[in-house]
């Protein structure tokens, strides 16, 4: 099922939505509809992450701070020096 819907676009989206478009040899339409399928995709896998990071809270999966943050300054350096 399909389903028509209308959305208010900035001239420069529009714009690179185009440019897009012909790059790709796609019509305006499938290029929106790709990029709506990814975006999407992008929320879910973003959401199925905070989810996980939730349940590793839940599930007492956590560290000290102190503890990451000597791990991050031993890889990174420190940036307060």
């Known amino acids: 099922m ?3 819907v209308a959305i208010m676009l900035t001239d420069e989206q529009l714009s690179r939505l185009e440019l897009i478009a012909e790059a790709r040899e796609e019509t305006l339409a499938t290029t929106v509809q790709e990029a709506v399928t990814a975006f999407l995709h992008k929320d879910a896998e973003y959401r199925a992450y905070v989810q996980e990071g939730l ?3 839940a599930a007492g999966r956590t560290r000290p701070w102190e503890e990451v943050k ?12």
């Open 70 to 81: 000597a791990e991050l300054r031993s890889k990174y350096g420190n940036p307060e020096a």
């Open 55 to 57: 349940d590793d809270i």
């Open 2 to 4: 399909t389903t028509s």
